[in-house]
């Protein structure tokens, strides 16, 4: 009996941990607590939206109110605008970002593993890296017109370069000694290239790509604010010549949407290929 | 020495580039090993040990002097010297059991025996029963033991070992050195063993090679004799012991050697 309750006491008082202040820098908070938080702060962004519109704060013109907003995107939507705009600006994301990405894997593979190329790329890659992209757009114009290649065009350069320098890191982060080991099976540099640092350096590919796919949303807007007959940006520009403030501030809540949904996926997607990077 | 030795090593340099001028790593190495043999390399850290051993495993060149691997120079790395590193090199994305495969259908074995061996190899280190683990689900002492099923599969004449034991804790040390040597005595392999660790050095081997410092090369050659197999308590007998303090005086002597330079 005493012994009994000699072991329960201590355990009792085991089991309730102090709880730290939730603003101190080493609370934890769980899963739910944070979707709570999140959601609030969301809410006290949209109830601050009403109130300035509510309160004749902001004219109607320059800050429609969220429910104005909503209407008019659910128009869009129903007419059909919504739709072939998002499809527009996806398809040149794709295509853009998909050639870009490829070149620069392929790119980074060369100046990872052969320091000729490294010599003759990288300096260049570096000194074209640092021009603005924006400045490229007016170029890309006269080179291309203003039709999905010149969309490609900028978002290729806007991805393609930093891309491979971050992908010739990820190679370059591979460990010495996994390519020592596949030399002692007798395995060919190409070999250990492909069968070896590519798959280990996948991962923080994967991360770079969901990265680089962030930045190519932010090229393609760009691209169809300052010349094209569709898409996202574009849509941007015509709310602005009309001055449908409502349109406007519609789409660019689209857009985010947009961004943080393939940013969700790609981290979802990376979850499930590198399952064996995790514990049990 | 035997008339031919697996392994001799004669007027091997090395030099790294330190800046401008090179720094002489290894200055002068000569060694035999023979077939089936066990030895182990010491020294104090940097006296270029994980350097020698990797020029043997042809994982980094030389300047000067002559390698031979049954009487034929090598160069270059290849599937007659299997090598476990310190650091875990079990490829992440792979399974244990399919770790092994890898080495295996890289070193052009038959498809068909492929999962045979592997599975007998897993065996052999006893975990069987974490064929299908990641090695992010496995802990040192395991992945060091897959890495060691993973370099004996192929089948290569010699192994060559960079303290693969020196992250462990003393209890999966002594099991891992066990395991080892049993291995080795069914093998009949040669093996060349580096490690920080004494005791070990002297458990393990047939003969220890204790390098000096600045610049690397061979001090001395200790031999020991004690029968084989070796029992586990033997660490602590007497003539051990005394085997023990003599390979760490020849250690501190070159230490103290280079401190009062
Ligand atoms: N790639 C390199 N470039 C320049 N110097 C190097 C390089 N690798 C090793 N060294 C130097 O060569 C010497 C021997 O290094 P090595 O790693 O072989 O020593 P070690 O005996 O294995 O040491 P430890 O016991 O600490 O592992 C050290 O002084 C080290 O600084
Ligand atoms: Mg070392």
Redesign the pocket.
């Given at each position: 009996m005493t012994l009994q309750t000699d072991t329960a006491v201590p355990k009792q008082t085991m089991q309730r941990p102090r709880r730290k202040p939730l603003l101190s820098m080493a609370a934890e908070i769980s899963g739910a607590a944070y979707l709570l938080i999140a959601i609030c702060a969301f809410l006290l962004f949209i109830a601050g939206w009403f109130l300035a519109t509510g309160l004749g704060v902001a004219k109607p013109i320059f800050l429609p109110s969220p429910l104005g907003v909503i209407a008019k995107l659910g128009k869009l939507a129903a007419d059909g605008t919504l739709a072939s705009d998002v499809g527009n600006s996806v398809y040149r994301i794709m295509v853009g970002f998909l050639i870009a990405s490829i070149m620069a894997l392929a790119t980074a593979i060369l100046i990872g593993a052969y320091r000729f190329w490294e010599a003759a790329i990288e300096p260049f890659l570096d000194f074209v890296r640092y021009m603005p992209v924006v400045a490229f757009v007016p170029l890309t114009i006269l080179w291309s017109g203003t039709g999905d290649i010149q969309k490609f065009l900028i978002i290729w350069i806007g991805t393609y370069f930093q891309q491979a320098l971050m992908f010739k890191d990820n190679i370059k982060r591979v460990p010495a000694d996994f390519i020592g080991f596949g030399r002692t099976l007798g395995m060919s540099d190409l070999r250990v290239l492909m069968r070896i640092v590519l798959p280990s350096a996948m991962p923080q590919i994967w991360d770079t790509l969901r990265i680089s796919l962030g930045w190519a949303w932010t090229w393609v807007t760009l691209a169809e604010l300052v010349a094209a007959n569709s898409g996202l940006g574009y849509r941007i520009t015509v709310a602005q010549r009309y001055l449908q403030t409502d349109m406007a501030i519609g789409y660019i809540l689209v857009l985010g949407v947009l961004g943080l949904a393939t940013d969700q996926i790609m981290r979802l997607l990376g979850r499930h290929f590198f399952k064996y990077e995790r514990k049990s | 020495m035997q008339a031919h030795p697996k392994l001799k090593i004669s007027h091997l340099q090395k030099s790294?580039?330190?800046g401008r001028s090179p720094?002489k790593?290894?200055d002068d190495i000569n060694l035999e090993v023979g077939d089936n043999e066990f030895v182990s390399?010491v020294?104090?850290?940097?006296?270029?040990?994980?350097?020698?051993?990797?020029i043997i495993a042809g994982l980094?060149d030389h300047e000067q002097g002559e390698m031979l691997v049954d009487g034929s120079p090598i160069n270059g790395p290849g599937r007659d010297r299997g090598v476990v590193f310190?650091s875990y090199t079990l490829l992440p994305w792979l399974t244990a059991l399919q770790n092994v495969e890898f080495a295996l259908r890289e070193t052009g074995h038959e498809a068909k025996d492929i999962t045979e061996v592997a599975r007998r190899h897993l065996d052999l280190v006893k975990l069987s029963r974490f064929a299908d683990s990641f090695p992010s689900q496995l802990s040192g002492g395991m992945k060091q033991r897959v890495a060691i099923a993973r370099a004996l599969s192929y089948r290569p004449k010699m192994l060559l070992m960079?303290?693969p034991f020196g992250a462990l804790d003393a209890l999966t040390r002594g099991q891992m050195q066990e395991l080892l040597m049993q291995i080795w005595q069914e093998h009949r392999l040669t093996v060349i063993f580096?490690t920080?660790d004494v005791e070990e050095a002297v458990y393990l081997s047939d003969r220890i090679f204790v390098?000096g410092l600045n610049p690397?090369r061979i001090k001395e050659c200790i031999e020991v004799s004690s029968a084989r197999p070796r029992p586990t308590g033997i660490q602590h007998d007497r003539e051990t012991l005394e085997l023990q303090a003599r390979v760490l005086k020849s250690i501190r002597e070159e230490t103290r050697r280079v401190e009062f330079d």
């Open positions: - | 790294f580039a330190n720094v790593v290894l390399l020294g104090a850290s940097g006296c270029g040990k994980s350097t020698l051993l990797s980094q310190q960079d303290e580096v920080h390098m690397g």
